[in-house]
């Protein structure tokens, strides 16, 4: 098992048509947020057989793969990270969270944060002080900003709100509509599991809320209801 074989088995499986969708549907055209990322068209399960055969790859190697400019090279390597944090004792646990934080800047696009945030971070952080979830939420960087969102996935789907919401309500303003879906996603991932939790905050915060994020995250309330918030005359 080997850096070079590994590359040779993502290469192997582009897809040259399949990238030029993604290419598009990542938004790396110039100015958009994924500006420069480069696919190769491999889709998620397809580098999901892969990360299962390498497993078990050296750190080293895992930093080999983050840093290149391959979008499914970075992903891979993010879930090979995922796979052994399962897996590892609490050093290595320990040792994954600190890579993972150290390497963010190549943790670029929101697919690459979503499906490994809650299960690296959150994880991670479940039983620990949270101070820098909230320090990521303040970053100027939107990959940061999503990281603490998303990190606190893992605690709503323990039943812990309160960091959940504290930082929706750190967000509110937040510009950016990546950040706007982020937060109104984990607001509707509340109320299936607390409606009242959920409801008690938009109740003080609906009116205030960027429109994406309110969508988001009443898009599973009854229709009656859900048009209240729209209209604003909950």
């Known amino acids: 098992m080997s850096i070079t074989e590994i590359k040779k088995e993502?290469?192997?499986?582009?897809?040259?048509?399949?990238?030029?969708?993604?290419?598009?549907?990542?938004?790396t055209a110039p100015g958009e947020y994924g500006e420069g990322d480069i696919f190769l068209g491999i889709m998620v399960p397809v580098q999901r057989s892969i990360v299962k055969k390498y497993k078990d790859?050296?750190?080293?190697?895992?930093?080999?793969?983050l840093n290149s400019g391959i979008h499914e090279?970075?992903?891979?390597?993010?879930?090979?990270?995922?796979?052994?944090?399962?897996?590892?004792?609490?050093?290595i646990k320990e040792d994954i969270f600190t890579f993972y934080h150290l390497h963010r800047k190549r943790i670029n696009n929101w697919d690459l944060v979503d499906l490994t945030a809650h299960r690296i971070s959150g994880a991670y952080l479940m039983d620990?002080?949270?101070?820098?979830?909230?320090k990521l939420?303040?970053?100027?960087?939107?990959?940061?900003?999503?990281?603490?969102?998303?990190?606190?996935?893992h605690f709503i789907k323990n039943n812990v709100f309160d960091d959940a919401l504290c930082l929706a309500q750190k967000l509110l303003e937040?510009?950016?509509?990546?950040?706007?879906?982020a937060v109104g996603w984990m607001l509707c991932e509340i109320g299936n599991r607390d409606i009242n939790t959920e409801e008690g905050f938009l109740e003080k915060n609906y009116k205030k809320m960027p429109r994406t994020m309110l969508r988001y995250a009443i898009e599973k309330f009854p229709e009656k209801k859900r048009l209240g918030y729209l209209k604003g005359t909950i």
Do not use: M, T
Request: glycine share 2%; no cysteine; proline share 3%.
């Open 57 to 65: 790859l050296p750190l080293k190697d895992i930093k080999d793969l």
């Open 128 to 134: 620990k002080d949270k101070s820098l979830l909230y």
């Open 73 to 91: 090279e970075r992903l891979i390597a993010l879930l090979i990270l995922v796979e052994q944090y399962k897996k590892g004792n609490d050093r």
């Open 137 to 153: 939420a303040e970053s100027k960087n939107i990959w940061d900003k999503r990281i603490a969102v998303l990190s606190a996935f």
């Open 10 to 27: 993502i290469k192997k499986n582009a897809d040259p048509q399949k990238a030029i969708l993604l290419q598009r549907f990542f938004k």
């Open 174 to 181: 937040d510009k950016h509509d990546l950040i706007h879906k």
